[in-house]
């Protein structure tokens, strides 16, 4: 009778530890790819495409229909790469850092490219790319802003910054789809007239704690303090005008871009700009990102 019954429970637990395993294999096998995760991919794919296919077809393979690159001034991707011949040398890049919306409509990705139009180290050059990427109405992600900055050969790694979105920003798709980019492009100028009292007040009011700024010539900085002590030791002024932005429906991941008019010491020089906005915890949009692309004459 104990033997029998010994037996019975040994057989049940063996059950529920198949039951647990299948269970944690069923899970395994159906959980989600992590959201960010999802954008990095997005760009690692387009970097291979590019490889195998050339620069001209792999933007035009991954190009939203509005999508834009800056050659030099604001261009559609596929008016401008579908009028051109392909473009010769390699180019490659690596994803560093990466956001994406809460709902998963809206994401960005900025790191290192090398650009080699011949076949040895002379021939390259380097710096840091900045896209933004938006979801299609059979939510795949589409190129949606191309741009980037030239600087030395970085002496040292980029580290490694991806972080999720919080789930508890989901929510329900907007009723005023325009609401959201109205209000990105009103915090936008809010932003560049505050430029023209004080550059640094600006910055220092409106840059997240770890906001990136790209400037051409230099590495990315990061941080509030490494970018005032820049902006102060380079003199630099700026006026800018916002050209048009947008939000996710989530509301916590945003972009704008426009023209500046920038005074570089005893330099004046004209280029694009393009911003990325996140929401804190106060509901106050900061700088996460800002890169300007330089206007070449």
Known sequence: MMNKLTFNMKRSFFTILLLISYSCLTFAQDAPLAQ?????TAEDNFNKLVARKGIKDGFLAVADPEGIVFKPDAKNITQFYSTIDKQPGTLTWKPKFARMAANGDLA???GPYVDQNGKTDDDKVFGDYVSVWRTDGEGNLKLLIDLGIQHPEAESEATTDFKEPDAAKHQAPSKDPFGGKRIIMETDNTFNHSLTLSTLATYKEFLS??????FPGFEPMTGVDKTLKFIDNEAISITAQNVSAGRSTSNDLAYSY???????????SNYNYVRIWE??????WNVLLEVFSA???
């Open 279 to 284: 929401m804190d915890a106060e509901h106050k």
């Open 258 to 268: 426009g023209t500046a008019r920038i005074n570089k010491g005893n330099i004046v």
């Open 209 to 214: 704690p770890e906001g990136r700024y790209y």
């Open 295 to 297: 206007v070449e004459k």
């Open 36 to 40: 960010v995760q999802k954008v990095v």
């Open 108 to 110: 960005f990705t900025a």
